[in-house]
Nanobody, 126 residues
Framework: QVQLVESGGQSVQAGDSLRLSCAGSGRTFNNYCMAWFRQAPGKDREIVAAISWGGSETHYGDFAKGRFTISRDNAKNTVYLQMNSLKPEDTAVYYC???????????????????WGQGTQVTVSS
């Protein structure tokens, strides 16, 4: 069992930056692909970014490319999401997720992730 706790969400202005953190406990992050998803009111959950357990592969949603960066520290069981140039449309609840996989590749679909955090709210005002 893996427990995930997100932090770092807050209300900011357009153009600001935020760094979200996701701390895991219960099991080592090794062999877990980690990802950030987000869900805005009335919209489906969508992938923001994912990183393979060894860090060799990353995947970003189109809206995140060039603005967001995912990283991980397996020694600390923590994954991060650096978000720059935030826009009002980035307003959503951001969820951390962990998916077990034997090879060092990314998983992109939400159904591939067994463990989810409770989410952290990010609100971007114009």
């Amino acid at each position: 069992q893996v427990q995930l706790v997100e932090s770092g969400g807050q209300s900011v202005q357009a153009g600001d930056s935020l760094r979200l953190s996701c701390a895991g406990s219960g099991r080592t992050f090794n062999n877990y692909c980690m990802a950030w998803f987000r869900q805005a009111p009335g919209k489906d959950r969508e992938i923001v970014a994912a990183i393979s357990w060894g860090g060799s592969e990353t995947h970003y949603g189109d809206f995140a490319k060039g603005r967001f960066t995912i990283s991980r520290d397996n020694a600390k069981n923590t994954v991060y999401l650096q978000m720059n140039s935030l826009k009002p449309e980035d307003t959503a609840v951001y969820y951390c997720a962990a998916g077990h996989i034997a090879v060092d590749v990314v998983l992109t679909g939400p159904l591939n992730y067994e463990y989810w955090g409770q989410g952290t709210q990010v609100t971007v005002s114009s």
